[in-house]
């Protein structure tokens, strides 16, 4: 299992193709070859209300979060969160090099005894 869930400033997403950037991050995921395909999954939505640093109006944020299963040694989690950074950064480039910009991304590992879930994905998958 492997979640990576992207809040962004609203503003951005008439500048970026944000269907591309969630497709282009859920290969690489799989080109990690760390999380079995059927529990990819990457969403993203813009937040129409936030405030950043000094509040100045031209401000904006990537914020991405990748949940997952524990399991995974320091070595593989960060080859992916390293993967995601970079490529996040490229498809950003033009707002790294602003002074109004803020890129984050955190990798949480959830509990297993306090996580439920349900995936037929997984099972259609490996009849393919």
Do not use: C
Not at 36 to 60: C, F, L, M, Q, S
Not at 102 to 120: Q, R, T, V
């Amino acid at each position: 299992m492997a979640h990576l869930t992207i809040q962004y400033s609203v503003e951005l997403q008439d500048k970026y193709d944000f269907s591309n950037f969630v497709d282009k991050l859920r290969n690489i995921m799989i080109e990690t070859e760390v999380f079995p395909i059927g529990g990819i999954r990457v969403r993203a939505w813009a937040t129409e209300k936030y405030a950043i640093a000094d509040g100045h109006n031209k401000n904006r944020y990537i914020d991405l979060q990748i949940r997952m299963g524990i399991g995974r040694s320091l070595k593989e989690k960060q080859k992916v969160g390293k993967k995601i950074m970079s490529y996040s950064k490229k498809f950003f480039k033009n707002e790294t090099r602003s002074e109004y910009f803020a890129l984050a991304l955190e990798i949480i590992e959830i509990d297993p005894h306090l996580s439920w879930k349900f995936n037929s994905i997984h099972a259609r998958i490996s009849k393919l």
